[in-house]
């Protein structure tokens, strides 16, 4: 009995075929997995910011939540004086549902250029009160 030299047998191609196509579907899943990954926004529990406003006079960052436990009890945000502008000392925020009505939370200024503000919530936001659709306003004075 003589073996065959050139030709594959059956069962050799559909073997081949079948590493084939799984390497291509975990190709297609790792790219889907990344994709949803990449355009997920959820906030992690370093914090988040979202839903900026501009502020008149002044640049500044998006509202950083600290979340502990799933709640955030401070957020934190800069602001930098636009030329010829009085540097920022006093500022206030409101976090509310879309449409709803605002509630102010005075924040605290640190020194540094550009200004860090905290601020401290009277009653803590969830982490689901932070990632739907809410209305973020910012006022800073000089």
Not at 19 to 35: D, E, P, R, S, T
Not at 39 to 60: I, L, M
Request: net charge neutral; hydrophobic share 40%; aromatic share 8%.
């Amino acid at each position: 009995m003589s073996k065959r030299t050139g030709r594959r047998s059956f069962a050799s191609r559909k073997r081949k075929m079948a590493g084939l196509l799984a390497f291509l579907l975990a190709g297609v899943i790792g790219v889907g997995a990344y994709a949803f990954t990449a355009g997920n926004t959820q906030a992690e529990n370093s914090g988040a910011g979202a839903n900026t406003k501009a502020v008149s006079g002044y640049t500044d960052s998006p509202l950083h939540f600290t979340l502990a436990s799933g709640t955030a009890t401070e957020a934190e945000f800069t602001a930098e004086a636009a030329t010829g502008e009085a540097e920022a000392k006093e500022a206030q925020i409101a976090v509310y549902p879309a449409g709803g009505t605002p509630v102010w939370t005075p924040c605290t200024a640190t020194a540094g250029t550009p200004v860090t503000f905290k601020c401290k919530f009277a009653t803590a936001l969830t982490r689901e009160e932070i990632e739907k659709d809410t209305e973020q306003e910012t006022v800073v004075t000089s």
